[in-house]
Structures are given as structure tokens and as C-alpha cells.
């Protein structure tokens, strides 16, 4: 997957070989001078070739006990923690992650496959009493097939072992297209999962742009060789891949983006809200799905919140992501781009927080107390946009990096109503002493992921993952949850009477008195 060449800078290629569409660089966000690898971008026809090896691939490792294919997750596992600093350090050089978040990125790989290692030795079915005598039911699961899984860049290594993992431990073969700008770490994730002892051809890396990815899709869908897809992105590509999967009776693992609410109650613990809201915010500098987009404040409190708030985003380390920095840069170019359009919505009768500045951080828009040189990259001041109103362009849309909205309510019935207003429903937060509010809360959001004086953000292992509406389709990541997006189940009944025993027309119910009377 990756050459060397004189400058010592990488060339990075699919694992099926084919033609080259054209090349990108993967530069470091935080250096822009660090050019970190040469992508070759593979055709179309590359990725429906890999879908047809896994195809192959997969029917040999589906045969191969599930306990045994958790082995080979457990020792995927291991070699992670062994690789997990230098892991960690390509994250933060290629997408700019703050180099703590980047080993708690890692660290979720290794917890996801300390827990499918155990799920290998539950794959469980079920036996089923039959209402005819002489006669078995059964389920199994049994694995989908190939999988072709799509990721964006902002949890390069996390998020995708969501999908590999367990898409492999349920006897699947993946076909794993990581974005662009994150294809380096892409390449020595998959590197380490191949050394873990995967047979030849059941993980493929597919570097493609978005077109070329959208027509191999689709070629390989109607060739039936893909049993799953699973794709991490926005809410439109979300909806393109969802009407594709659908004409050809699929049902995609589908997890977008969200505009997540963060409630601040009256009776909150203001001080643990503002930390919450500050990680939930600013870190990855604000490029999460699960990233706090509008903090719902009680009108009784809202003056003291946006006090304390713009004090602590105004004292947050911004910089170098390989310093003790709370928010490093933007990932990659064309999402600062983007990003710099969303903060052409802020409005006249909003209040600007958080910094000094707008925009981009240079010499003439400075951020006091930046760590390091904010020439170099992609850095932008951390923005809070206080009075924000709920027909707001700003209020309804995600907003993919460092900006947090900020609005008041009365009721938590208005609470809830304004936190489902946006239509999207990944995570959402709470903060209260009140555990009536918390509870009330939790059953009028419509998000997949709720939280209690905890941030948006942040995932365990063995909990799902996902979101309804605008950020997905009721699909989940994550625990015992996945395995129904990589497994399908299957029935069978068994009849040992010796005779033909027909359901529902040949059952026996001994006679009851029905007229019977105390």
C-alpha cells in the first residue's frame, strides 16, 4: 500500500492494483509545509475489483469458527497498544488532533476490540420451543458479506475500527474507503489489522475522490457484491448513499452529522456546564458529529453562562495540536473553506464571544496567548454566538468547527422543542440537579445519544452509537448493537416426526370448557 519515494515522503496506493485517477496530497493542517503522503486515487472499477476479492475472501473466512476470528480481533488489539504512540502522532500530524485526543482515539480501538473479543464467543442464536411436537426451531446470525465502509477524517482511526472490527469478527470482508486527507493514518491502521493476521484480500484500502467512489458504489452494488454499506459523512452524501442502497433493497449503516443542543437548566452547576460546554465545542476544534452546536440556556441564568463562557474560551490554549492545546487546527482545507461560510451567517443582532477575532488567526486578526506559529496552518478563533434566534441559518444548519451558538428558554417543554427544532438527532446534553428535568428531557428528545451534566461529546465501546432523523437512519454503532448491521438473521425449523407437520393447521390444543364457572 505505500512506497517511498527520494523526498521520503510516502506514495500511498489502494491494495488492488489499477489505475490511477490522479493524485492529492495529504498535508499536515497544523504544518501546511509537511507534506505527510502522495495519494494515488483509484478508479471506479478499482473498488468494485476489491468488493470481488472480498467477495472471495470472505467465503473462507466466514467458515473459520467465531472464536477463533476473535482471536485474531484480540491480537489487532495488541498490536494497536503497541503501535498506540506512533498511531496517536500520525493522527495529530495528519489531521491536526490535539495529540491527548488522539490517544484517546486509540485507545477506543483497543476498547472496541477488547470487547468483540468476547463477541466472538457470542455470536448467540436461539433455540425455540416449535407448537408441533417432534420439532426444533433455531436462529443464526450469519454474516452480510462484504461490507464497503466509507469514513470521513475527523476520527481517522476510531470511528473506522467501529466498523472493521466488528464486520469482521461476524465473518464479513471490508472494503474501506477513508477520506482523503486522512489516508496516511488510514494506510497504518489497515497495516496493523492485516498484521494481526487477516487472510490476504479480506480488508482492502480504496483511496478514491467522492465521484469515483459514488460510481464504484454503485457499479458494485449491481454486480451484488456488496452485503453492507456503512458510511460516516454529512447528512447529504448520507441521503445520495441511502437512495442508492434502496434501489437495491439495502439498508445502509448510516451515521451524519448533528446540530447537537446542550439544555443548561436554572438549578445547573454553571461551572461543570461551561467545561462541558468547552470540550463539547472547541475540541477537535468543533469538527465532531457529536460537537456541541447551540447551548439552550434557562433565561434566569443565561447572563452568568455567557460570562463564564466567553471567560473560558477566551482562556483556552489554541495552537500547536502537539502541545497541551484544548483546540488545534481545522482538518484540512476544504473544511476551512467551508467553515469560513458558516461564519458569514452570523448576523447583526448577534453577539460575538470567545476571542479577539473572527476567522483565521494571523498576525493582523491575533489570538492572544496562541502556542506556536498560526501562520503555519489552519487555525481560526473559537466563536460564540450569543442571541441566536430559531430561524437562524446558524441555528438550523450543523456548523462544522470552532462556533457555538447560544439561546434562552423558559420551560424545558420549550427546551426540548427548540433542542428537536433543527431536525437533526444524534447526541444531546443536559444540565440540571433535577433529576425529573433529566428524565422529562430524555423522553422528549428526539437524539439517538442522550447526556446528564456531561458533554455532546464522547463514546464508550459497549454503548451504540447514532442518531435519528438528520443524522442517520436508527442504524447504531458500537456494543452488541453493530452486529445487526453485519450479520442478518436466519431461521430454521427442523422436523424429526417423520411425517409432514403443518404449521398452524395441524396443531393439537386440548379443549377447554369454556363455559366453566366458579
Not at 490517544?103 to 408441533?132: H, K
Not at 459497549?462 to 438528520?470: A, C, E, Y
Request: aromatic content about 6%.
Amino acid at each position: 500500500m505505500t512506497t517511498q519515494t527520494a523526498t521520503a515522503v510516502p506514495t500511498l496506493r489502494s491494495t488492488v492494483p489499477g489505475p490511477v485517477a490522479g493524485t492529492v496530497d495529504s498535508v499536515n493542517p497544523g504544518d501546511l509545509s509537511d507534506v505527510v503522503a502522495h495519494v494515488e486515487l483509484a478508479t471506479p472499477q478499482v473498488l468494485v475489483e476489491a468488493a470481488r476479492r472480498g467477495a472471495a475472501a470472505q467465503r473462507e473466512w466466514a467458515k473459520v469458527p467465531a472464536p477463533v476470528r476473535g482471536r485474531v480481533i484480540a491480537a489487532i488489539g495488541r498490536l494497536v497498544e503497541a503501535n498506540a504512540e506512533a498511531l496517536a502522532r500520525l493522527v495529530t500530524r495528519e489531521v491536526g488532533k490535539p495529540l491527548a485526543e488522539s490517544r484517546g482515539e486509540v485507545q477506543e480501538i483497543v476498547d472496541t476490540c477488547d470487547f468483540f473479543l468476547g463477541e466472538g464467543r457470542r455470536l448467540y442464536g436461539q433455540t425455540v420451543p416449535s407448537e408441533m411436537p417432534d420439532k426444533q426451531l433455531f436462529t443464526f446470525r450469519v454474516p452480510v458479506g462484504t461490507a464497503v465502509v466509507i469514513t470521513a477524517g475527523n476520527f481517522p482511526v476510531a470511528v473506522p475500527s467501529w466498523y472493521l472490527v466488528p464486520a469482521l469478527l461476524a465473518g464479513n470482508a471490508v472494503v474501506w474507503k477513508p477520506a482523503e486527507y486522512a489516508a496516511a493514518t488510514a494506510d497504518a491502521l489497515a497495516r496493523v489489522f492485516v498484521a494481526g493476521g487477516l487472510p490476504d484480500g479480506l480488508l482492502t484500502v480504496v483511496h478514491a475522490d467522492g465521484a469515483a467512489t459514488s460510481e464504484g458504489l454503485a457499479l458494485a452494488l449491481e454486480a451484488g457484491l456488496v452485503g453492507k454499506v456503512g458510511f460516516t459523512g454529512s447528512t447529504d452524501v448520507g441521503r445520495r448513499i441511502g437512495e442508492l442502497c434502496g434501489r437495491h433493497l439495502q439498508s445502509p449503516c448510516l451515521e451524519l452529522g448533528g446540530k447537537n443542543p446542550m439544555v443548561v437548566a436554572a438549578d445547573a452547576d454553571l461551572d461543570l456546564a461551561v467545561e462541558g460546554a468547552l470540550f463539547g465545542g472547541f475540541g477537535t476544534a468543533g469538527q465532531r458529529c457529536t460537537s456541541l452546536g447551540t447551548a439552550i440556556v434557562e433565561e434566569s441564568v443565561h447572563d452568568e453562562f455567557v460570562r463564564r463562557f466567553d471567560a473560558a474560551v477566551r482562556a483556552a490554549a489554541v495552537g500547536d495540536p502537539t502541545r497541551d492545546v484544548v483546540m488545534g487546527p481545522l482538518l484540512a482545507p476544504h473544511l476551512a473553506a467551508r467553515y469560513e461560510d458558516y461564519l458569514g451567517w452570523i448576523g447583526d443582532h448577534h453577539r460575538v464571544l470567545g476571542s479577539t477575532g473572527v476567522g483565521r488567526i494571523t498576525a493582523q486578526n491575533p489570538r492572544p496567548g496562541f502556542l506556536g506559529d498560526p501562520a503555519s496552518g489552519l487555525y481560526y478563533h473559537p466563536v460564540v454566538v450569543d442571541g441566536v434566534r430559531p430561524d437562524d441559518e446558524i441555528f438550523r444548519t450543523e456548523t462544522f468547527g470552532p462556533i457555538v451558538a447560544v439561546t434562552t428558554y423558559r420551560t424545558l417543554d420549550e427546551a426540548v422543542e427548540l433542542a428537536n427544532l433543527p431536525g437533526y438527532g444524534l447526541s444531546s446534553s443536559i444540565y440540571t440537579t433535577n433529576p425529573t428535568s433529566a428524565l422529562r428531557f430524555r423522553q422528549g428528545i428526539g437524539a439517538g445519544m442522550v447526556s446528564v451534566n456531561n458533554s455532546t461529546s464522547g463514546a464508550e465501546a459497549h454503548l451504540p452509537f447514532g442518531g435519528n432523523g438528520k443524522s442517520g437512519n436508527g442504524s447504531r454503532q458500537s456494543g452488541v448493537w453493530v452486529l445487526d448491521q453485519f450479520t442478518r438473521w436466519q431461521s430454521m425449523n427442523w422436523d424429526y416426526s417423520g411425517r409432514l407437520q403443518k404449521a398452524q393447521m395441524d396443531v393439537e390444543i386440548p379443549a377447554a370448557d369454556t363455559g366453566f364457572r366458579l
